[in-house]
């Protein structure tokens, strides 16, 4: 810290039990403000347990969206740069400035495809907060009102690098940033939760893709869904969808939602969208996602045209 008038000695004595800090084992990308220009946090008083994740994860806002960053590898989640001293001929000097805080950390095993993901985040305006290895969440105390803020990241800092496979390693990516530099290490504290970090739903969101398979008719239409983590000529098929993930809507010419069934056929990923009464031709509909795990926000722009 740099030295203030109104700086006082703080007492040193400790509790007889004091939590230890555990090394961070994940991340979450976390805009600092919403499109409203509120400070995303965790609010005093919050209950944070698996549906506060799930809520959190799965945010219709993506500005208001936790991007986790699972299983990262030797994480230094904020290591001090060199202080800047000015020293006088006279061998004394004085602290002008604290160093830098820098972040860095390994995605083990990824994809170039991956790398694309993370260099979205580099022009933005991103916090991070981290879970623990003990489950605890770790992020900044910026007032004292008990809210607890995601770790500014300095704008324009962040950079993701990828090192290529080789006989005796994986294809791995080290994403790196500094605290902006207004941020204190001694705020940094940790969030208690409930949270059964083991489970399966607690995942970042993958993005679907929708191709319209043959014609539209008055009766039905078929859909394929996939991702495009593969191969360039793979289209992973994204299976398990039932008729509650999605709803359906007349967009011209009387807009309305549109009653429907949609089953997989024995493609995999492609179902058929079964109308609960016949359409019109020249009709055109528009259908809708959601699902925890899952962008489904693209697949807005097909047009649905009944032939």
Same mark, same amino acid.
């Given at each position: 810290?740099?030295?203030?008038?109104?700086?006082?000695?703080?007492? &040193?004595?400790?509790?007889?039990?004091?939590?230890?800090?555990?090394?961070?084992?994940?991340?979450f990308l976390v805009p600092l403000v919403d499109t409203a220009?509120?400070?995303?946090?965790?609010?005093?008083g919050a209950v944070v347990d698996n549906a506060f994740m799930?809520?959190?994860?799965?945010?219709?806002?993506?500005?208001?969206?936790?991007?986790?960053?699972?299983?990262?590898?030797?994480?230094?989640?904020? &290591?001090?740069?060199?202080?800047?001293?000015?020293?006088?001929?006279?061998?004394?000097?004085?602290?002008?400035?604290?160093?830098?805080?820098?972040?860095?950390?390994? +995605?083990?095993?990824?994809?170039?495809?991956?790398?694309?993901?993370?260099?979205?985040?580099?022009?933005?305006?991103?916090?991070?907060?981290?879970? &623990?290895?003990?489950?605890?969440?770790?992020?900044?105390?910026?007032?004292?009102?008990?809210?607890?803020?995601?770790?500014?990241?300095?704008?324009?800092?962040?950079?993701?690098?990828?090192?290529?496979?080789?006989?005796?390693?994986?294809?791995?990516?080290? $994403?790196?940033?500094?605290?902006?530099?207004?941020?204190?290490?001694?705020?940094?504290?940790?969030?208690? =939760?409930?949270? =059964?970090?083991?489970?399966?739903?607690?995942?970042?969101?993958?993005?679907?893709?929708?191709?319209?398979?043959? %014609?539209?008719?008055? =009766?039905?239409?078929?859909?394929?869904?996939? +991702?495009? +983590?593969?191969?360039?000529?793979?289209?992973?098929?994204? $299976?398990?969808?039932?008729?509650?993930?999605?709803?359906?809507?007349?967009?011209?010419?009387?807009?309305?939602?549109?009653?429907?069934?949609?089953?997989?056929?024995?493609?995999?990923? %492609?179902?058929?969208? &079964?109308?609960?009464?016949?359409?019109?031709?020249?009709?055109?509909?528009q259908l809708t996602g959601t699902k925890n795990g899952f962008?489904?926000?693209?697949?807005?722009?097909?047009?649905?045209?009944?032939?």
């Amino acid at each position: 810290m740099i030295c203030e008038c109104d700086n006082s000695m703080q007492n &040193t004595g400790l509790p007889s039990c004091v939590s230890s800090i555990t090394e961070a084992v994940e991340a979450f990308l976390v805009p600092l403000v919403d499109t409203a220009g509120l400070a995303n946090k965790i609010a005093v008083g919050a209950v944070v347990d698996n549906a506060f994740m799930l809520l959190r994860l799965n945010d219709s806002d993506p500005s208001q969206r936790w991007y986790p960053l699972k299983d990262i590898k030797n994480v230094q989640t904020g &290591t001090p740069g060199e202080a800047v001293y000015k020293e006088w001929d006279d061998r004394t000097k004085g602290k002008v400035a604290d160093g830098v805080r820098s972040a860095e950390f390994t +995605h083990a095993n990824k994809s170039p495809k991956f790398l694309g993901i993370l260099e979205s985040f580099e022009c933005s305006a991103m916090g991070v907060f981290y879970r &623990t290895r003990s489950g605890r969440i770790r992020g900044y105390k910026a007032d004292e009102t008990g809210d607890l803020y995601p770790i500014s990241i300095q704008q324009g800092s962040m950079s993701s690098m990828e090192t290529d496979a080789t006989s005796s390693d994986f294809y791995n990516i080290v $994403t790196r940033f500094d605290w902006s530099f207004d941020m204190q290490g001694s705020n940094v504290r940790e969030w208690k =939760n409930t949270v =059964n970090w083991a489970s399966p739903l607690l995942i970042g969101r993958l993005d679907v893709t929708m191709e319209l398979v043959g %014609t539209p008719n008055v =009766n039905y239409f078929d859909a394929k869904f996939y +991702h495009t +983590h593969g191969e360039i000529n793979l289209k992973e098929p994204i $299976t398990g969808l039932i008729t509650s993930v999605f709803s359906l809507a007349e967009v011209t010419p009387t807009p309305g939602a549109v009653s429907f069934t949609a089953a997989e056929t024995a493609t995999e990923g %492609t179902y058929r969208f &079964t109308f609960a009464a016949p359409t019109t031709i020249a009709d055109v509909l528009q259908l809708t996602g959601t699902k925890n795990g899952f962008d489904f926000a693209t697949i807005e722009d097909v047009v649905i045209t009944i032939a």
